[in-house]
């Protein structure tokens, strides 16, 4: 069966929103990025979030973003790094969805972010951020299939993409 939406993760930097852009304009479907949706809601950018109600408050507010969108069709979904990693999200990465993990080393997430500082964990000691880094690995693997970033295009990244979901839909066609 032919998903009618797609939800991207992947640590911070893996490009899950570019991507997500490529991937829902060649679809011709909606790209929804999940913290942009909890910046809309809250009227405050994440990094301020953090700061004024800290990062519990935020998983909360992102757990609320998400569940709004259950019920969302034609949509490439872009989520923060940190949402799959969250229990009480479990319902929302679960069912008949296309996840796509958007693999990223740790080295690429330090050229791309460079100079940012609207995402608050890269605010992390070198050691913590590779060890955040390690720990999301298997929750990533764990939920979606795998397309590596590094060095790679957004465009491209999108293109795999859609190969993937041709190739699992003949597979799931075979499979009736
Ligand atoms: C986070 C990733 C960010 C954002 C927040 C926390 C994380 O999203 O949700 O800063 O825990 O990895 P991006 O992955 O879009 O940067």
Known sequence: ????????????????????????????W????TDELVEARAGAPVARIFQDRGERAFREMEAEALASLLERTRVVIATGGGAPAQ??????????????????????VRERT???????????SERELFALHKSRQPVYDGLGTAVETDGRKPED????????LGTQESQSRHGD
């Open 87 to 108: 229990l009480q999200n479990q319902n929302f990465f679960s069912g008949a969805v296309a996840i796509f993990h958007l693999r990223v080393s740790l080295q690429t």
């Open 157 to 164: 990244v999108a293109e795999d993409i859609l190969l993937l």
């Open 1 to 28: 069966m032919k998903p009618d939406r797609i939800i991207l993760i992947g640590f911070m930097g893996s490009g899950k929103t570019t991507v997500g852009r490529a991937l829902a304009a060649r679809l011709g």
């Open 30 to 33: 909606e790209l929804v990025d």
């Open 114 to 124: 460079r100079g940012n500082t609207g995402r608050p964990l890269l605010g992390l």
